[in-house]
């Protein structure tokens, strides 16, 4: 969790999180959008669907935050299983560190840090090829016009996420 933050204050460039549960505290939104402030360009792909409901609506009580902070959120079309953070092509951490709360501070988990320049590149043609042509941009427009029912489920869940 610490590596990840670091990497995110460090950015300069470039940032890509993959990661099939995004449902990050408060202090890990928070370096994200000063990340989007300093012009680093964000790109977050995770499942538009999960198996779980509930934790698709806690996921979805930031994606407005974050959207209108201009952080490029993409919903890929199947369940994605991968746990990946690029870091200006320089850095990548592979393994089993979902963004939610749980993984963030409580569970145990396994993570690799890639320096190997080799490694990135496949690892960046990986994303190109493999996740974003399978992916949908989401804007602002069409995710406030998504239905109110689901924005009253999304409220509801909010207090909860932290526990998901």
């Keep these: 969790y610490k590596h990840y933050l670091k990497s995110i204050k460090n950015a300069k460039k470039e940032i890509y999180l993959i990661a099939p549960y995004f449902i990050p505290n408060a202090k890990f939104v928070r370096y994200l959008i000063e990340a989007s402030k300093r012009q680093v360009q964000i790109h977050i792909i995770i499942p538009k669907k999960t198996e779980s409901t509930i934790v698709d609506l806690a996921r979805n009580t930031y994606i407005h935050h974050l959207l209108k902070n201009e952080v490029h959120i993409y919903f890929h079309e199947r369940m994605v299983h991968s746990k990946l953070a690029i870091f200006d092509n320089k850095e990548a951490f592979v393994g089993t560190f979902n963004l939610d709360s749980l993984s963030l501070k409580y569970n145990y988990e396994s993570t690799m840090k890639i320096l190997n320049q ?45 526990f998901l």
């Design 118 to 162: 080799e490694c990135l590149g496949d690892l960046e043609v990986y994303v190109k090829n493999d996740l974003q042509p399978h992916s949908v941009k989401l804007d602002i427009a069409s995710w406030n016009s998504r239905g109110l029912f689901l924005k009253v489920l999304e409220k509801i869940i909010w207090p909860v996420r932290r």
